[in-house]
């Protein structure tokens, strides 16, 4: 069964800090890997996709295969990124997202 | 472009009643999917649909749910019936065609039933 696990509800640091949202995940195939954001009062929206593999607001999130891990990291945690954090997969062509419950991420100044 | 309109945001209903919540897309998309987020939890995908189809509604329940998108139009996620359980907030999501794992979410429609 497809399945994503993202076993920290809430991840609190310090501005300047190293972030690490941990997410894995469970599906038999190659699956397509996002993390979406919600900031406060806002819609969510996606913030990356492994296939891309760029970088956004100094974010960045490596698919490791043999771990079934998509973690995402930003080496200095800025205030602005407190918001809630949602790891999804999807099949390659697929039409539905599989989400996590969620990480709420708040950086403290 | 205004981007996913949903609405009601919120939405309260008696148990027994009808709930009808609406999901234009985005210009130029014809993919729409609908999900349910309960308190504490992720968002659960109910269904996938394009112009006058539903492809994939292997996440709807059985009973009282169901969805459309005509020809002209938003669209529509029924829920007859309802009851306690079915409250949470209801998300769509739309795509265009040559995009389709590229999907953005409306602001989500709050339904409380009372």
């Known amino acids: 069964a497809q399945r994503v696990t993202q076993p920290e509800k809430l991840l609190s640091v310090f501005k300047g800090a190293p972030v690490e949202l941990k997410c894995n995940y469970s599906?038999?195939?190659?699956?397509?890997l996002f993390w979406y954001v919600q900031y406060s009062r806002q819609r969510l929206q996606l913030l990356l996709r492994?296939?891309s593999r760029e970088s956004i607001k100094g974010f960045t999130a490596d698919l490791n295969k043999g771990e079934t891990s998509f973690h995402l990291k930003k080496p200095f945690a800025q205030e602005e990124d407190s918001a809630m954090y949602y790891c999804?997969?999807?099949?390659?062509?697929?039409?539905?997202?599989?989400f996590g419950a969620g990480t709420i991420l708040r950086v403290k100044s | 472009n205004a981007g996913v309109m949903q609405n009601p945001r919120h939405l309260v209903r008696r148990r027994g009643q009808e709930a009808r919540l609406r999901c234009s897309p985005m210009?130029?998309?014809?993919?729409v999917y609908w999900y349910r987020q309960l308190p504490e939890e992720g968002l659960k995908f109910m269904v996938y649909?394009?112009?006058?189809?539903?492809?994939?509604e292997s996440g709807m329940p059985k009973e009282r749910f169901s969805a459309e998108f005509p020809k002209e139009g938003p669209s529509i996620l029924r829920i007859q019936q309802v009851v306690r359980g079915d409250s949470a907030a209801y998300f769509c999501?739309?795509?265009?065609?040559?995009?389709?794992?590229?999907?953005?979410f409306g602001p989500g429609t709050r339904l409380t039933v009372t």
């Open positions: 999501a739309s795509s265009p065609p040559s995009g389709m794992n590229e999907q953005y």
């Open positions: 599906y038999s195939g190659s699956p397509e």
């Open positions: 492994h296939i």
């Open positions: 999804a997969l999807s099949d390659p062509g697929g039409n539905k997202l599989v």
């Open positions: 210009k130029g998309h014809s993919h």
């Open positions: 649909l394009q112009k006058e189809n539903i492809i994939d």
